[in-house]
C-alpha cells in the first residue's frame, strides 16, 4: 500500500523559510512524477511544483524564484523549499505521486504565514 507522509509545516513569518518534505512507503518515487499542491481555505487545490521521473521540475508562477522542489531517492523522499514566504502562500500542502492513471495524495500539513 503506497502512503505519503508530509511533514514540515507551521508557523512563519513573511520573508521567512520553510522546507516541506513528502516520505513515501509502499513504493518508490523515482519512478513517480512528484508534486506538490496546496489549497487555502474556500478556494480550490492548486498545483505549485513538480518534479518529472528525469529530474525536470516546473512550478506556478506566484512561486518561481521561491520554492524549489527536488528528491532524494536514496530516501524515498521528496522536499519542497519555501523562500522568501508570503501571506498568500498560506494554505495546506499536498504530495502527490502520479503515474498514468494512478495517483496518491498525502494527507497535507499546514503553512501559515504571518506576522
Known amino acids: 500500500q503506497v502512503q505519503l507522509v508530509e511533514s514540515g509545516g507551521g508557523l512563519v513569518q513573511p520573508g521567512g523559510s520553510l522546507r516541506l518534505s513528502c516520505a513515501a512507503s509502499g513504493t518508490i518515487v523515482s519512478i513517480y512524477v512528484m508534486g506538490w499542491y496546496r489549497q487555502a481555505p474556500g478556494t480550490q487545490r492548486e498545483w505549485v511544483a513538480t518534479i518529472a521521473t528525469d529530474g525536470r521540475t516546473n512550478y506556478v508562477n506566484s512561486v518561481k524564484g521561491r520554492f524549489t522542489i527536488s528528491r532524494d531517492n536514496a530516501k524515498n523522499t521528496v522536499y519542497l523549499q519555501m523562500n522568501s514566504l508570503k501571506p498568500e502562500d498560506t494554505a495546506v500542502y499536498y504530495c502527490?505521486?502520479?503515474?498514468?492513471?494512478?495517483?496518491?495524495w498525502g494527507q497535507g500539513t499546514q503553512v501559515t504565514v504571518s506576522s
Open positions: 502527490n505521486a502520479g503515474r498514468g492513471s494512478v495517483g496518491y
